[in-house]
């Protein structure tokens, strides 16, 4: 017989307060099973962290049964917090303490005694390998490490059940895989039952089980395998011809709603969902191209399910037709030059000697581990921290000298929503319009092109703060579109969303591009770097590999390799050469 | 680009930081009470409970004499409107009760040989004991008993006493603190409402991540600068006009100068206030440095200006210090137009330091701006 450590019958919960009623979950069945990995995926705003906080008993139900670990979740709420342990999507770890002393911390709550201890933290720190860093404060490391030590202190006992909240979010691939490393030896070693919440793919399909939850109802119900099924016999993939970059093909057949329920550019060709397989594609006609059908993958089964369930007129944003080549970026044009860059805060050397350009009208990536320095470089290229060395220069301007007639030139969309959440969606508008010096006429034509655009039209009255993340999002590329700047400057814009919204956002970027603005964009989602034109990674302050995917895919000698492995594999090289130049 | 065209662009930049310093500012209307009810609250504070007048002395009495004269004696002060006796001692071992209780403020000791000593001729002490713990309040009860004491004495020797002082106290006839603390109260409050809420508003954006956002357009560090001062100095005057307007209609404390030379100060004042709030904002990560260093600013600032205690009893190396301090310049310029009804050209004394403090803060923070973003 199998047994359970969670089983919710018609569970309901109703936010009722001052904002308003929120109906964050509708009665749904869920259940976990005792040693096994049970997954729960679903867009934004699904209800997955209420799920995870009933079961947790932070909160009370108002509906239906939830049993954690045989007892009731009310009554016994004390008792099931005494025995499983919840790492939220942001860890409570102590800043100003060490890493050691975080997790004396956390064994001393959890009343650990002493004589166990030592083993203990010596297999957590060795499994995270921050055994050489002890003494190191916990604000002084980087995301991926901060979310390891998050998990080391989660882990000081070994729960009866293990609540993981979006674990990797926000940790670049390297750092995501060495945490599912250890989530996985955990569970083998000493049975864990774990339920995780996820945004990403190829972390669901690792676990035993899933859920899919879509606005606090459940879409699906089963094993990975199943859940891929529900696509079988619709994937397909397409080269482009010569000359078509991926985004725009993709984004052409994203367009076709009566065909096509997905496509995503993806290892030097592009994927899709077709909705109808084997009825003909505008699309793919106007190219005459020839599709291959592939197999069925979880993210395409996830992707159908929420196609079904979303109403997806209401969030399409009517853009130009992709029905053409777009001129290539000029390269002969150039709109940021970088030479020789560096810089140092006091003895540490974030960015060392970089040295590139970006053309006018590319789609250019930044990407790297947490730490690598390339928020460093985006803020420099933004002209928000001086450089300690190199020649710079943005649109034209050089940085150290016209920083201000610079920043009249670019867009900037920060990673944290940073608009004004008290002021209305217009007077945000109005006051980053002000801020570009747009005159009053031209501010007010502008405003009403941006609200269409970016279908926040009805909304002008809202607080900023009040709105849902995807409108956030928009708003803040309103905001940063206002003064239709030549660059756009876009730090880690898709973290946090989920990935409906996410093929609406690159789709945008496509048009754009098409435009003719420059994009410099940062992302943690390594496949998203099949939407740029070319991409620079850098590690430890220094630039490893510059060029389009397909380049780089080419030097490596990895024909059809997917994005996360051939990071991984150029970030390992790299670290493996400097440690052999070290010794 | 040309002078025209910049000058445009910078106007329309500082209309619209102005505007969304505002709004900011006033939009909630939970914060506009809280910026509002404070300074109410605070002006009839001090105006009922600061008050050095001594209107009620309660005292003990040890009269070891028992004789006619003593007996009138007490009378006398008894007979003021003043003195309230609150016991009556029969003995030396009683004296310490009344006074450890702060039953009394002082305890009146007549000793065996007073009538004897005064009908020899000779002096007659008479023994005021009080409380140290206020020295305030005790030297004042000393002064009034002592009064009252040789006017007593000059009767029963039945003659006049050879000299009469005849005080007149310009500017206050009656010394009323009331009148002295109304233009303080409207420094000190203004003062720490404008310091804390610029103070406040830029680390209040570098905690939301929008002052980034703010540093990527291309207004200058000016333009940031002006829309910052802006909201809190509108706010200091209106705080500024309810006090002013509780203190005089209120509390009937003369207002004998010109209205727009206050205003003058009061606006420079706030400038230099603004100022040193961002001062502080500019090199503080987020709100709760600020509210950290402020208080550390607020305090000792407070206390050399001069608001409680006159600057000119402070050590010297102190009185350099209050230079530096923008209230201590304020609360002179208030109180001489107030109730001596000071000119505009007359108060250069007042309104340069201010204007200094202005500039080198306002200054220092525009600097800091731009190159504390590591």
Redesign the interface.
Known sequence: MTEWVVQAEKLDKLFDDKQGKTHALKGIDFRAEKGKMTALIGPDGAGKTTTMRLICGLMDPTGGSLQVLGLDSVAGAEEIQSRISYMPQKFGLYEDLTIQENLNLYADLHGIPQDTRKGRFAKLLDMTGLAPFTGRLAGKLSGGMKQKLGLACTLVRSPDLLILDEPTVGVDPLSRDELWIIIKQMVREENLSVIVCTAYMNEAAMCDHVYVLNLGQMLFEGTPQELSQVAAGKCFEVDPPEELPYRVLQGSLLDDTEQIIDAVPESGTVRYIAARPGEPIPTLERWSLTPRAVDPRLEDGFMILLHQAADLEKTRIPLAPLDKIPPRPAQNEVSIEVKDLVKK?GDFTAVSHTSFQVHKGEVFGLLGPNGAGKTTTFRML????PATGGKLSVAGENLRTAR??A??K?G?V?Q????????SVL?NL??????????RKKLQERIRTVLEEFQLTGTESHNAGDLPGGYKQRLSMACALLQEPEIL?LDEPTSGIDPLARRMFWREITDLSCKGTTIIITTHFMEESEYCDRIMIQDHGKMLIIGSTDEIREKLHKPGANMDAMFIDIVNQSRARGEGAAQ | ?DLGKWK??FC??V???C??EM??TF??PRFRRVLLIPPILMGFLFGYAANFNLENITYALLDKSHTKASVSLAAHLDGTDFYHRVATLRNEGEIADPINTEKAMLVVVIPEDFVDKLEQGQNSPVQLITDGRYTMTSSLATAYTSRIISEWMLEQAGREPPISLQVRTWFNPNQLTRWFFSPGILGIMCFIQVVLLSGLSVARERE???F?????????PV?ILIGKAFAPVVVGLIEGTTLLLIGTLWFQVPFTGNLLTLYFAMLLFFLASAGVGLAISANCQNMQQVQVYTSLYLVPNGILSGLFTPIRNMPEALQVLTYANPLRFALDAFRRIYFQGTGFWSLGYDFFPMLIIALATLSFAGYQFRHN??
């Open positions: 805060f933004c002209g928000l921290i201000t007639e920043r009249a670019i900037y920060s944290k929503f940073a608009l004004y959440t008290k002021l007077e109005q006051f980053y319009g002000g801020m570009y010096g747009l005159p400057f | 680009m445009e662009i329309r930049q209309w619209y930081m505007w969304k709004l900011g939009k909630d939301e991540g929008t980034e956002q703010l540093l990527v357009t291309p207004a200058s333009v973003l590591n």
